[in-house]
């Protein structure tokens, strides 16, 4: 079992950033970040993968930045030039085994999440 343990979420203006951070307790292969705003379907946001690989959703490419610390276990998600858009439940996900997509159904663990909240 990993755990995955969220935290960084707040209440920003449009215009601000905000560091999204995800502690987990022990090795995986793939790390993402997803989101969901209310009445809305979870969405992919970005993912990692252990060689460094990432890839983002269009909706926030440019603006945000995924990076995996291996020595400390902490994923991280900096995002900048926050939109009201941008407002949502933020979860990070986990899959132990081989391969990294957008799709959620291959993260074996996911945490509790962590709102932002984006004014304008």
């Known amino acids: 079992q990993v755990q995955l343990v969220e935290s960084g979420g707040g209440s920003v203006q449009a215009g601000g950033s905000l560091r999204l951070s995800c502690a987990r307790s022990?090795?995986?292969?793939?790390m993402g970040w997803f989101r969901q705003a209310p009445g809305k379907e979870r969405d992919w946001v970005g993912y990692?993968?252990?060689?460094?690989?990432?890839r983002y959703a269009e909706s926030v490419k440019g603006r945000f930045t995924i990076s995996l610390d291996n020595a400390n276990n902490i994923l991280y998600l900096q995002m900048n030039s926050l939109k009201p858009e941008d407002t949502a439940m933020y979860y990070c996900a986990a899959r132990r085994a081989l391969g990294c997509s957008g799709d959620p159904s291959i993260f074996e663990y996911w945490g509790q999440g962590t709102q932002v909240t984006v004014s304008s």
């Open positions: 990692i993968s252990s060689y460094g690989t990432t």
């Open positions: 022990g090795y995986t292969y793939c």
